[in-house]
């Protein structure tokens, strides 16, 4: 098995990383999260905790196709199989149960480990904050839980805790 380095070279995965960027900030445009701050945020947050190239890109594309008219399809065009597989696995489907998305989520170390980044920036007490009390309990249970499935389903990974 071949790794996203051997596939590409850095000029590669910097110009796929420059065109994810701006995929994402194309279709987040105007959106606003449940804090009503920028959409866009998130994901660049989520990408700057990558530590490899797959982890970035797919860190900034990670919700495209739940949120926006961005198909699998696109994606795969645009950015290679091994990307598209990663945001096939991350994506969350309409009336998908909970448990049967993260399993699908563990299928791949790439969607996993940007998984655990996007629920850590969910959790985050600036996005939190802006949120009423049930809300918040609610969110908290919820990608806790996820959280806790995700670490134990696969191999160790990467943390980014306050």
Not at 69 to 95: E, Y
Not at 134 to 162: I, S
Request: aromatic letters at 8%; proline letters at 6%; glycine letters at 4%.
């Amino acid at each position: 098995m071949t790794s996203f380095y051997d596939e590409v070279t850095d000029e590669e995965s910097k110009t796929l990383l420059e065109e994810a960027i701006g995929l994402a900030s194309h279709w987040h445009y105007d959106q606003r999260d449940k804090s009503d701050y920028p959409y866009i945020m998130h994901p660049l947050r989520v990408m700057l905790k990558g530590t490899t190239w797959n982890q970035r890109i797919v860190g900034m594309l990670h919700d495209i196709v739940e949120d926006t008219p961005v198909t699998i399809k696109r994606i795969n065009a645009q950015f290679g199989d091994t990307i598209a597989q990663s945001i096939v696995c991350i994506t969350h489907l309409p009336n998908e149960p909970n448990q049967m998305y993260l399993a699908r989520v563990c299928t791949d170390l790439v969607a996993r480990q940007v998984k655990i980044y996007d629920i850590e920036d969910n959790l985050s007490p600036e996005r939190m904050a802006n949120l009423d009390r049930p809300t918040q309990e609610r969110l908290r249970k919820k990608y806790n839980d996820a959280l806790e499935y995700l670490v134990k389903n696969g191999p160790p990974v990467q943390r980014h805790l306050r």
